[in-house]
């Protein structure tokens, strides 16, 4: 069997273009970060230049000949090598590096270059129009990112429908034939589902939550809980920023942001378990594949699931609780002294049709997502007009969760990713949150008292379990494949609707009704 290091000068050539990838990562996190906000114009055409250096390396002469002695350049199917059979980690990297190499192939500089700008520059637009509550403003801008994306997609070329293309750029091998009916199968148990919450007698007060709790001690206890969950802060570090986000430059070193707020208790608690949860993943990878594909997440689903995976089967859980409460009780005496676990456990799964999706609970989160993913596939397609889309948003607001948004701030100017030109994003959540609770009901068959250990405060053995069934491997395996490897079976709705249907026929005592 051929192995990977018979291919070193190939390797060290990705390795090279990871460096200037990682330096990229390292001026976009100072700019959500500590950059002083004049500074915003001069970074984006550092980050700029940077990636183009890296794409320049990557579509190079140089790597085309590297890379052709190892693989069919028409293609990208693996050489055989004097006979001799590739082993699988060297079979996987040659199928990963080609995906990448092809996909940056397919698009002229010309073309890069000019959807970066125009996307800088809509979503510069976009943040004043989202201020302004004025949709009509960003239109042109949008107009142009759809177009860009259009054109996008016929350089990548697809199967079915062009936004078969963008969805496959976050999340390998998804389509919408495969997405569609997840989608309805969600649809068709969750919108009833919350009819019937709504018209449940069980009332649940959240007000405690938004009294007045100090913001050096919420981050304190953000931290204590990272640290359980075994965020290593020698690799990583925990800083504010507006929109919490996860980014690494190396496994050794990761950083987790979040956000405070002194009349928002759930904010800074859950952002700090959701990315820690993404940073444990980026921790978890193999250092000795920096550089490579087999050391880096699979997909954005997959990482969305080891967020969602902590901040809400383990972080909105009993178990947890029983272990943490008593200390959010102590470090926040006088807000908390009257409210027991039971009833902080029921305000923190309170469920609420909410117009902003990402306040959105773990039920009508995935309503929110749908939305999207229909709206987004209609314009790439050509199906829906931009400018009616405040109204094609009320629309389905109505339709999926009861409630329309009288400002485009909170309807169809909420989200940062069409500005960015991210179509073909959103369905991630929502994979992100079937597989979370596919994976975790696998941990708990495989380790049946690991419910006790949580809720003793030892995290560590679902960390172990994660890192030794997902994080290592990187991109060894698809998405799907890693799925069939961790479960035994493909992503399925089944283990996440049964979850939610049990978790809030409890919680709002359905059965009684
Ligand atoms: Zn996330």
Redesign the pocket.
Known sequence: MKSLKTVEPLLNRLLDIQRINSAASVLSWDQETYMPAGGGTARAEQIATLQGIAHRHLVSSDTERLLGTWLDLQTGLPLEQDGELWDESSHSLLREVWRDYSRAKKLPSEFVMRLSRECSLAQQVWAEARTQNNFKSFLPNLRMVLSLKREEAQYLGFEGTSYNALLDVYEPGSTVDGLRPLFAQLKARLVPLLKRIQQSSVQIDDTFLYHAYDQARQLEFGRLVLIAMGYDFEKGRLDLSAHP??TSFHPTDVRVTTRVYEHDLPSCLFSCI??G??GLYDQGLDPTHYGTPLGEAVSLGI??SQ??LWENCVGRSRAFWRFFYPILQATFHHQLRAVDMEQFYAVINRVKPSLIRVEADELTYNLHIMLRFEIEQDLIEGKANPEELPDIWSHKMKEYLGIVPSLDGDGVLQDVHWSMGAFGYFPT?TL?NLYAVQFYEQAKHEIPHIEEEIAAGQLMVLRRWLGHKIHRWGRMFTPDHLAQRVTGVSLNPEPFLRYIERKYGELYQLDKA
């Open positions: 986000f996860t959701h990315e949860g993404h990482h969305e967020s969602r959540y992100g």
